[in-house]
């Protein structure tokens, strides 16, 4: 039987597992299931004695447990045997907040056209929040299928292509089960960096009249 790996939907480390329903017909493969009972156990010497079965659906109480299988047959109880696999929970990252980031044009030389060099990981810290950088990973796409996919990552200085205003998308994984991922949209935005024109050199000429009240 395979362990089983749970994101958790909600971080609080349970889940209720149906082991009737997605254990059981794999443990009892193609034998007849009328012929056999199957129980689950927390201890291998429960399985072995059948005792303190599982109700089922069964909620796990630490984040990493071993169940142990016990199939026994329906007209002898003593015609049994046994197997054991794993559960484990695993933290399922959240967007923390997002804003569009912001650029101003011309790194590349150009005031003008829209395209600049940004640093994407300005937006990691925002994202992550509170959450353990060591515990999750974060990464840039060009659209959200390929942060789905976790294919295609962006460099973290990205020259955008689009002019001005580029969709990308940024994915956080679980380090440890890279299948317990979030993914959302953002914007680059580039602005226009003005220029301050030299004004023009005024001559000014300086004309002094007499004071008609001293002639």
């Known amino acids: 039987v ?7 939907d909600d971080n609080d480390g349970v889940n209720s597992f149906d082991f009737t329903s997605d254990v059981t017909p794999i443990v ?7 012929s056999f009972n199957v ?10 004695d059948n005792t303190n079965a599982y109700a089922i659906p069964y909620s796990n109480t630490l984040t990493q447990e071993i169940v142990f299988v016990r199939i026994e047959n ?7 045997d046994t197997t054991s696999f794993g559960i484990e929970i695993f933290d399922t990252p959240v967007i ?3 804003n569009d980031l912001q650029n101003c044009d011309g790194a590349d030389g150009d005031l003008t056209n829209g395209q600049t060099d940004t640093d994407l990981s300005a ?3 925002v994202v992550l929040g509170t959450q353990d950088a060591t515990l999750f990973s974060v990464s840039y796409h060009l659209n959200t299928t390929d942060a789905d996919t976790n294919t ?5 200085t990205f020259y955008n292509s689009t002019a001005f205003n580029q969709t990308l998308a940024v994915r956080i994984e679980n380090n440890t089960n890279t299948d317990c991922f979030i ?4 914007n680059i935005i580039i602005n226009a960096t003005p220029t301050a024109k030299e004004s023009p050199s005024l001559d000014l000429q300086v004309k002094v009249f007499p004071n008609p009240l001293t002639s």
């Open 2 to 8: 395979a362990n089983i790996d749970i994101c958790d």
């Open 28 to 34: 009892l493969g193609t034998q007849v299931a009328s």
């Open 39 to 48: 129980t689950y156990h927390p201890t291998q010497a429960d399985a072995n």
């Open 74 to 80: 329906s007209d002898n109880t003593n015609c049994f």
């Open 96 to 98: 923390a907040a997002i």
């Open 123 to 125: 937006v990691s810290a």
């Open 152 to 156: 295609n990552p962006l460099p973290l």
């Open 183 to 186: 993914t959302q949209e953002f």
